[in-house]
């Protein structure tokens, strides 16, 4: 069984620039949440996806958007990255439905540095 | 809003001393409660969970169980291991949401010297 993966590793981008990372989930699963994780604090969470729709938000700003496909990866989009944007995204998929635990499982994130 | 308290940190600790980290809730209704461990450069693991009142989560030698007269899920472990040294998080799903969204703690690290 495939956990959750992530890309990119890492990367690092200008202030102002648009950035898109990648979420794969685990297999049988069919939500995917994202989480932002600044240096030393807890996750903090972002969106989640259910079914190719946005189900449920944070408290972030429309400049952050995703999007859920067919086979349950997504993709989170940052647009006019700001330097607080720095930090781990983390990615988590989950089983929902009648009868399911939710329990989500997270990626290894991708560090994201703005500059 | 749905809130988690971790004790200040960090804690350090020698091999085989016991350990207690505390961790506080606030949340209507219902929550179900977690603890995650996140080892350097990676994501967060599953430690242990509890989804009602009484109930003891245990993984690994940790155990934590849920209070909700004191609204606390306090994690401990009889003897730690320098394989333990993490940071570990506190989280809530709160009852009764169609997507199960987490809140966390701020995370404390754990350090186990030999």
């Known amino acids: 069984e495939t956990g959750v993966t992530q890309s990119p590793t890492h990367l690092i981008k200008t202030r102002g620039q648009q950035v898109t990372l990648r979420c794969s989930s685990q297999?049988?699963?069919?939500?995917v949440s994202w989480y932002q994780q600044a240096l030393g604090q807890g996750p903090q969470f972002i969106f989640q996806y259910y079914r190719e729709e946005e189900n449920g938000r944070g408290n972030f700003p429309p400049r952050f958007s995703g999007l859920q496909f067919p086979n349950y990866s997504s993709e989170l989009n940052v647009n006019a990255l700001e330097l607080d944007d720095s930090a781990l995204y983390l990615c988590a998929s989950s089983q929902a439905g009648a009868g399911k635990s939710y329990e989500q499982y997270f990626g290894p994130g991708t560090r994201l540095t703005v500059t | 809003g749905d809130s988690v308290t971790q004790m200040e940190g960090p804690v350090t600790l020698s091999e085989e001393a016991f350990l207690t980290i505390n961790c506080t809730y606030t949340a209507t209704g219902y929550p179900s409660l977690f603890w995650y461990v996140q080892y350097p450069g990676e994501g967060l693991q599953l430690l242990l969970k509890?989804?009602?009142?009484?109930d003891k989560g245990s993984n690994k030698g940790f155990e934590a169980t849920y209070r909700k007269e004191t609204t606390s899920f306090h994690l401990e472990k009889g003897s730690v291991q320098v394989s333990d040294s993490a940071v570990y998080f506190c989280a809530l799903r709160a009852g009764g949401t169609s997507y199960g969204k987490l809140t966390f703690g701020q995370g404390t690290i754990l350090t186990v010297h030999p």
């Open positions: 509890a989804t009602k009142a009484d």
């Open positions: 297999s049988g699963h069919n939500t």
